[in-house]
């Protein structure tokens, strides 16, 4: 069987036009090994000084969404040719705010995007009006993976999701490592995605597509750390072939 073409979306280190090697991408190699041993091949997409090129990427059958710090307007292009494709999604942490992003602009843009209002409105908010300062979610930083237990925390699931069908729970445990999550509001009927996941207080811990039909899964958390989470990256690879 082919094994398929993840697409990993690499974050920026923003730097000074004066200093060409400050500015860089990168991304860690947990994502690269999980990918492979769902049985898929990843391949990092850079993007040098941000600029998206979609024949960068129209090679890949899904794209990895991975944690970070930035989120720019590349990103939300990629994501947005990813569902007018119907390309697999897997996002993680800064990726579900990816997907904030992206259906804020959606909203901003009476529901047509468009690349070139992509950049030019985007990367001139300097204030993400789609994330919100939480407390308790990042309770171990730095981060040690001995002491992973003490960054968990409860995530209830929807039992009508795709999600759920995929760990077979309804409250899993999970290590949180963010301060920001993504603005209550943000989800609504018209949005392409919907919560299916919150945590204890209430934070946006998972959303999916709407479409059930469509793998494209956004976790608030990091999946990425514990192999029982495989159960998710399987599935990603196996309906990216579709």
């Known amino acids: 069987m082919r094994k398929p073409l993840i ?17 860089f991408i990168k991304f860690q190699s947990i ?4 990918i492979m041993d769902a049985g898929g091949i990843p391949i990092g997409l850079s993007f040098p000084y941000g600029i998206y090129k979609e024949e960068n990427i129209s ?3 899904a794209f990895l969404f991975t944690g970070g710090s930035l989120i720019e307007s ?26 904030a992003g992206y259906e804020w602009l959606r909203k901003e843009f009476n529901y047509e995007m468009d690349n070139k209002k992509i950049e030019t409105f985007f990367n001139s908010k300097k204030e993400k009006h789609f994330l919100k300062k939480v407390s308790n979610h990042n309770k171990l930083n730095p981060f040690y993976l001995s002491r992973i237990d003490e960054s968990k925390h ?9 999600i759920y069908k995929i760990f077979k729970k309804d409250v899993i445990e999970e290590p949180s490592l963010h301060e920001y999550a993504s603005c209550d509001n943000i989800f609504d009927d018209n949005s392409l995605f919907e919560v299916v996941g919150v945590s204890e207080d209430n934070t946006i ?8 039909d469509y793998f494209a899964i956004g976790t608030q958390f990091h999946i990425e750390l514990e192999e029982y989470n495989k159960c998710l990256f399987n599935k990603f690879i196996k309906e990216s072939l579709k």
């Open 7 to 23: 697409g990993i979306i690499t974050y920026r280190n923003v730097g000074e036009e004066d200093k060409p090697y400050s500015d």
């Open 31 to 34: 994502y690269i090994k999980y």
């Open 59 to 61: 090679m890949c059958d």
């Open 74 to 99: 590349y990103q939300i292009e990629v994501l947005n040719y990813a569902i007018n494709n119907k390309k697999s999604i897997l996002a993680i942490c800064n990726g579900l705010q990816t997907i």
């Open 154 to 162: 409860k995530v209830i699931l929807n039992k009508n999701s795709n």
């Open 205 to 212: 811990e998972v959303v999916e597509s709407k479409d059930k």
